[in-house]
C-alpha cells in the first residue's frame, strides 16, 4: 500500500515483468488457440481505465493469460479480482500474481463459456435493474473464437437478468482483434440499458437478426425470406418487409435499430397468428432437402445394381 495526499492507494510489489513471467513459465502463446500477449502497458492501462473507476469494486477477468491486464486492474485499487482462465500453463503465473495481492485475488481453473458468474460475487452487491449499475466489472481479452459465443450468451442473460447480470446492469469492458497478432485493439465498454430498445423475447430477436445476416453482402431481403417456408417464403417477406417499412433494398448493414425493432415486432404478430411459424427453421428445411435428394440418389443408384 501506499498512501498518496491522505489516500490509501494500493501498489502491486516489484514482481517480475510480464515477458520475464512468459519466459519463467515458458509460456508460449499457441497461435490455433488465437493466443497472443498484452505486453505494452500503457494498452494494459488504458483497457483497464475503459472500464472505468474500479476503485474497490469487484471484478472477473475473463483469460487473464499470463496476467497483463490483471496487473493493470489490481493498481486501478479494486477490492476483488476473480480470474477465470481455461489454460492450465497459465495458473502458476497468476498463483504468484495473487500471493503479491493477498485476499484480493481468486485465481480459477475453467472455461468462462461455462463457469456460473451468477453465483460469483456476494449477493449484498445486487442492485435494482433500474439502479446505478453494481460495482461489478467483467474485463477480458479474448479470441474472437470465444467473444462471439460468450456476447450472444451475455446479450440472453442480460434479456433475463440472470447471469452476471443478477446483480444489476454489471458492466462489460471487452477488447476485439481483428486478427491474431494485430497490435491495434479496439476496447468495447458496455452498460445495460434500463429498457431494452427492441421489446421481445431474446430467442426471436436472435433468429431475426441472424437470418438477415445470413447474406451480409445481399440486399435485406435475402434474410428476411428464409424466415418463412417455402411455400409462401416471397409472399410473406414481402407483407414483413412492408409492415415493417423497411427498404428491401437495403443492406444487412444499413439497417438501423429502428429497422430491426420494427422487423421484430411484425415478425412477432405473424407468429402470434401463425403458432408454428416460430419454430420453422431454415436450415433443417435445408437438411432433410438434401438427405432427400441424397436417398434418393442412392435408391436410384441401388436400383441400378
Ligand atoms: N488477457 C491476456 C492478455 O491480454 O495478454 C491473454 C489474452 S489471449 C488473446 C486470450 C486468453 O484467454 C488466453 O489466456 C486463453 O487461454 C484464454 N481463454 C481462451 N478461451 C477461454 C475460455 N473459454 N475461458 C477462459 N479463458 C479462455
Redesign the pocket.
Given at each position: 500500500m501506499a498512501a498518496s495526499r491522505g489516500v490509501t492507494v494500493f501498489r502491486l510489489p516489484p514482481l517480475p515483468t510480464?515477458g520475464e513471467v512468459i519466459k519463467l513459465f515458458k509460456l508460449k502463446?499457441v497461435k490455433q488457440?488465437?493466443?497472443?500477449?498484452?505486453?505494452d502497458l500503457r494498452l494494459?492501462d488504458k483497457i483497464a481505465r475503459s472500464a472505468g473507476n474500479l476503485k474497490d469494486a469487484h471484478v472477473c477477468?475473463?483469460?487473464?493469460?499470463?496476467?497483463?491486464?490483471?496487473r493493470a486492474i489490481l493498481n486501478a485499487g479494486v477490492a476483488e479480482l476473480l480470474l477465470?482462465?481455461?489454460?492450465p500453463r497459465?495458473i502458476p503465473g497468476l498463483q504468484m500474481l495473487s500471493e503479491a495481492a493477498p485476499g484480493k485475488v481468486r485465481v480459477v481453473h475453467?472455461?468462462?463459456?461455462t463457469?456460473k458468474l451468477g453465483q460469483a460475487f456476494p449477493n449484498h452487491l445486487i442492485k435494482n435493474w433500474e439502479d446505478d449499475p453494481p460495482d461489478i466489472h467483467i474485463i477480458?481479452?479474448?479470441?474472437f473464437s470465444?467473444s462471439t459465443p460468450l456476447i450472444i450468451k451475455w446479450l440472453e442473460n442480460i434479456s433475463k437478468r440472470d447471469g452476471p447480470f443478477r446483480y444489476g446492469r454489471t458492466q462489460l469492458t471487452l477488447?476485439f482483434?481483428k486478427e491474431v497478432g494485430e497490435v491495434d485493439v479496439t476496447v468495447v465498454h458496455f452498460t445495460p440499458l434500463v429498457q431494452p430498445k427492441i421489446e421481445q423475447p431474446f430467442k426471436l430477436v436472435e433468429k431475426v437478426v441472424q437470418s438477415v445476416f445470413q447474406f451480409r453482402r445481399k440486399y435485406c431481403h435475402h434474410g428476411i425470406r428464409i424466415l418463412f417456408p417455402e411455400a409462401t417464403r416471397l409472399e410473406k417477406a414481402e407483407q414483413m418487409l412492408m409492415l415493417a417499412d423497411v427498404d428491401p433494398t437495403l443492406r444487412p448493414t444499413q439497417l438501423s435499430m429502428f429497422h430491426f425493432k420494427n422487423l421484430c415486432d411484425v415478425y412477432r404478430k405473424m407468429c402470434d397468428e401463425d403458432p408454428s411459424l416460430f419454430a420453422y427453421n431454415y436450415r433443417e428445411e435445408l437438411r432433410e432437402k438434401r438427405r432427400k435428394k441424397s436417398n434418393f440418389k442412392r435408391t436410384s443408384d441401388d436400383d441400378l445394381i
Open positions: 510480464i502463446a488457440l488465437s493466443q497472443n500477449f498484452l505486453l494494459t477477468e475473463v483469460g487473464p493469460g499470463p496476467g497483463g491486464i490483471t477465470v482462465e481455461k489454460d497459465f475453467g472455461d468462462i463459456l463457469y477480458g481479452n479474448l479470441p470465444v477488447t482483434q
